[in-house]
């Protein structure tokens, strides 16, 4: 399994850092206890199921045990596990204006008696796992979008996997979808529900993708689409959009949205993005 610990300075963007962890695929868990680490990640590696990527943010807030999080990292590398860490932080004048921007309390705030003091400790607390960091980043004039772009090009092959297109078909006799991005309406295709023979079919069916993609206009209107979508993903890739969904309609959401869907699915994921492919009203009316 690959490990991820996340740590640095309070206000320096961890949050946002787990969130893009999230967002990439990892199993992401905040301020787990510094000795449970090694047990939890034993449970992974024992596990039939698919926690193979992981992140665990640990900071300051661990309070006594923090001391635990040095030993629990070098036990792992002792044990030859696949440990990675981050390390975030802030100028002390940037990390002081966020915390009066949001008015948060600092962790050590009442420990410290001053923001300033709350700081200057926590730093001083950190120095040994900031030596020890494969990865260090700075936050100090970064825009979240910057911080996100920054993470994902440190564990991601290619910049589209940062981003999951889901591509979906719906019936409009069953309401337009609301949660998708962009609605394509396909209803302006010969409809397969007048053809006997496919009516009872879907177009998951190679009768029914036949039949709706034999027309001159839905190649035209596909091959269009396509080129829609090859202009706006790589823009919502570099604006940090974690997921696109793109919504195909037709009257029962059965033969052609479904047509396109499918075949609009295939021709991203062989483009190299993540395509997750779902059909709400395939069972409708059955």
Known sequence: MQLVMITGMSGSGKSMIMQVMEDIGFYCIDNLPPQLIPKFVDICEHSEGSLNKVAIAVDIRSGDMFADIYRSWRQMKEENVDVKMIFAEASDEVLIKRYKETRRKHPLDEKCGSLQEAISFERERLQQLREIADYYVETSHLSVSQLKEEIKNMFLE?????????????????????????????????????????????????????????????????????????????????????????????????????????????????KGYRVLKMHRDIAKDR
């Open 158 to 270: 290619k910049k589209s996997d940062s981003i999951l297109v889901k591509v979906m078909s719906f019936g409009y006799k069953y309401g337009v979808s609301t949660e998708a991005d962009l609605v394509l309406d396909v209803r302006c295709l010969p409809n397969p529900f007048y053809i006997p023979e496919l009516k009872s079919h879907t177009g998951c069916e190679s009768c029914v993708r036949d039949y709706v993609m034999q027309f001159p206009q839905s190649q035209q209107l596909f091959r269009k689409i396509e080129d829609l979508l090859d202009f706006l993903l790589p823009m919502y890739v570099s604006e940090g959009k974690s997921q696109l969904v793109v919504a195909f309609g037709c009257t029962g959401g059965k033969h052609r949205s479904i047509t396109f869907a499918e075949l609009m699915g295939d021709a991203l994921r062989e």
